[in-house]
């Protein structure tokens, strides 16, 4: 007798827990759409020459990927536009001074990161060719 009251006590709670769960469940859901929703990439990468780029949007082939001015606005600027943390501030002599280590060095301090430069300068997708030219960018503003 006694056990029994026990179990429907545990079957009673079990449903209630169950009931919990599935609440707990349906909230998730909703939290998880809305989290895919908020972290879907704005963007995405295509190859040049392959089919994902989607026609008319394709990069034309040959293409050498975005310009220094490009890449220096999207990533580089803001640390270098202000000279933040000590970076070469863009349009002085700061750039000058820092070509003299030659391209070789710039480029593959910029790639590896540098004191507080951080690796390509947080531009993950951005090939060396575009770090490079995002460079030149920077040394031509020199003054
Ligand atoms: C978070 C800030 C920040 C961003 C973003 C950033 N840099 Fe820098 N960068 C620095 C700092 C700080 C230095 C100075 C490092 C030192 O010499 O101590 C620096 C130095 C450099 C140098 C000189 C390296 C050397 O050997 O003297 C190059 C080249 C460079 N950055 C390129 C870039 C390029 C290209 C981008 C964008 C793709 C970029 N940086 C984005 C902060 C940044």
């Known amino acids: 007798m006694r056990v029994l009251s026990v179990n429907k006590f545990v079957s009673a709670l079990c449903a209630l827990g169950l009931g919990a769960v599935m609440v707990a469940s349906?909230?998730?859901?909703?939290?998880?759409?809305?989290?895919?929703?908020?972290?879907?990439?704005s963007g995405s990468v295509c190859i040049v020459g392959d089919d994902s780029c989607g026609g008319a949007s394709a990069a034309p082939a040959g293409s050498a990927g975005r310009s220094g001015a490009d890449v220096y606005a999207a990533s580089c600027a803001a640390c270098h536009g202000t000279g933040v943390l000590g970076a070469p501030k863009f349009g002085t002599s700061d750039w000058t001074d820092r070509s003299a280590k030659g391209m070789e060095t710039l480029l593959a301090n910029a790639i590896n990161g540098i004191n507080a430069m951080p690796p390509r300068g947080t531009c993950a997708s951005c090939s060396d060719d575009e770090i490079k030219g995002a460079i030149e960018h920077m040394i031509d503003s020199a003054k």
């Not at 349906?26 to 990439?41: F, G, L, M, N, S």
Request: proline letters at 6%.
């Open 26 to 41: 349906v909230q998730a859901a909703t939290d998880h759409d809305k989290i895919i929703e908020r972290i879907k990439p």
